[in-house]
């Protein structure tokens, strides 16, 4: 393993592992792109295992196995030991729905080392209108108590807006009885999905701002027992977060179909060429692909974040926010308030988050449609 990738660059820290973009729930604020890749594009376990033995190689060291829903693909046990056998510490970000207990146990004593689930409210029938999937929030529950009875780290993770928003607290309560040693607090972040549904989950200022109070005293009253972290929504910020820690700096993700990304919502971006591992060698495509290189450093910064003393705190912030707000992806982050577009983010926020009766989209329809008994039927690309 190395220590720096070729060329000076920093080693990449993670590779997100997008196994399919398959899964049962259709939750609004999905990070899937909206043009999903389908099951027969997917990367063999083959591939996967070049892949992450390439990974290694690069100086990765954590391998998220993600999607979709991982568990949809029927040779995941097979990855997952691939990514172990690699040597990287392997993560599972599951729905929790899919996963039966002899399935996770397999993947424990396949070198599974982590799990991560997202869950969407405390009470039953919001989280399954939010997920779209009648069930889900006990099939959630179930599988974290499962983790922890087979003595894996638990992360939880917390998706917030305008629905669940008040319950934040309770949230993260409910995730520590359940045993999570982690808990990851998530405003929607609006990229793909969550901008398509933007107005049916912005919440207002007031009510981010009761939440991140709740959530210091919650902080305050688990302190040294458990890792609580956060992450403001950008439309209520003064300046940008630091997105994935620099464009092509830190992180890579792997679609199902095997085109590396800089970062999730990257496609999102016109004219940027991305290569696959199909076609090119990993740390080829870290070095040297015309994605990877396009906003990587600050020659590409406009003013005022080329002279800004934050450029290598923030790195500019986010590309794919600045694009979706702005219409450039190289314009400074509207999240910024030295951005020329900061008012325009603020203004769409108030009006967004005001917004009502406006039903959640997923993949061409309206998931918010909650009345069949059994599971909402959802369309497997």
Known sequence: M????????????????????????????????????????????????????????LGVLQAHLSGGEPASRRDIVEITAAARGAGLYTNLITSGVGVPGALLQRLRDAGLDHVQVSIQDVEPESADRIAGYRGAFARKQELARQVVALGMPLTVNVVVHRANIARIREMVESAIALGAGRVEIAHVQYYGWALRNRAALMPTREQVRTAMAALDEV????????????????????RPKPCMGGWGMRSLNVTPSGKVLPCHAAETIPGL?????TDHALADIWRSSPAFQAFRGEAWMPEPCRSCERRAIDFGGCRCQALAIAGDAAATDPACELSPFH?????????????????????GREAVRFEAEAPIPIPVP
């Open 343 to 363: 008012a325009r983010m603020r203004a769409l926020a108030e009006e967004d988050a005001v917004a009502e009766d406006v039903p959640y989209a997923y993949r």
């Open 219 to 238: 902080r305050a009253a688990h302190e040294g027992r458990i890792t609580i972290d956060a992450v403001v929504p950008d439309y209520y910020a003064r």
């Open 2 to 57: 190395t220590d720096a990738a070729p060329n000076g660059l920093p080693a990449p820290l993670g590779i997100l592992a997008e196994l399919t973009h398959r899964c049962p729930l259709a939750c609004p604020y999905c990070s899937n792109p909206l043009e999903l890749e389908g099951r027969q594009a997917e990367l063999d376990a083959v591939t996967w295992a070049r892949v992450f033995r390439e990974a290694a190689a």
């Open 273 to 277: 060429e991305f290569w696959r591992v």
